[in-house]
């Protein structure tokens, strides 16, 4: 079966750095996304990984191993608005996107 | 500026009738587009897969009946809930695959919030 696993939530201070880890479990690879999604919004796309290896983009990085079926979203510099669920997606077979049930991450003061 | 369009953005429809939601891809063509539907505090749950010309593939669990998918352009792919019920009631999310093996140009409408009542 297809299954993608993420913690349920992360608690993390302004201005630090948190990793949200990502493993998963599917039938054809073709990359992994990361998205943020904020309260009664659709996703915004934040990466994408497709070979092994660190993705950075600003703020933030993606870390792909294929071998382990794992990926990373790191963010730095925490802002509040970073606030929100961080979603963790892989395109299968056929180019269906697989959500995984996403991580909420509190940003406090 | 958004690349996908989604519309409506808020229905409210009694319970019985019909509600058809859109999904259109602005600058770009998407023979690949998708439907999502998110209960709240929920991951996204994929619904079904339509391609244009050709009948959507829908997921395992989802009835095909009562979410009618139409893809009849290259920019337009419409969702119809049809018999709604309150259990119904939910964000539904429409993305259009742009290219066919380019990785990061999955592109997500601005959802549609469904109330049945």
């Known amino acids: 079966g297809q299954n993608i696993d993420q913690p349920t939530e992360m608690t993390a201070t302004e201005g630090a750095i948190v990793q949200i880890n990502c493993t998963y479990q599917?039938?054809?690879?073709?990359?992994l996304f990361w998205y943020q999604q904020h309260a009664g919004e659709a996703p915004t796309f934040l990466s994408y990984n497709v070979l092994d290896g660190l993705e950075e983009k600003g703020r933030f990085s993606s870390f792909l191993s294929r071998s382990k079926g794992y990926s990373y979203l790191l963010l730095k510099e925490l802002q509040m608005k970073d606030s929100a669920s961080y979603l963790c997606a892989v395109k299968g077979g056929g180019f269906k996107t697989i959500f995984g049930a996403g991580t909420r991450l509190f940003v406090k003061a | 500026g958004a690349v996908v369009s989604q519309h409506p953005s808020r229905v409210i429809c009694k319970s019985g009738t019909s509600v058809k939601i859109e999904c259109r891809s602005l600058?770009?063509?998407?023979?690949?587009m998708f439907w999502y539907r998110q209960f709240p505090k929920q991951s996204l749950m994929l619904m079904a897969t339509?391609?244009?010309?050709?009948?959507?593939?829908?997921e395992q669990g989802v009835e095909k009946d009562k979410f009618l998918i139409n893809h009849a352009s290259l920019t337009l792919s419409t969702l119809t809930v049809t018999s709604a019920h309150p259990e119904d009631s939910s964000f539904y999310i429409c993305s259009a695959l742009r290219g066919q093996t380019s990785g990061n140009t999955i592109y997500f409408g601005e959802g549609s919030w469904l109330t049945v009542v």
């Open positions: 339509s391609n244009e010309g050709s009948k959507a593939t829908y």
């Open positions: 599917t039938s054809g690879f073709n990359g």
């Open positions: 600058d770009f063509q998407a023979t690949t």
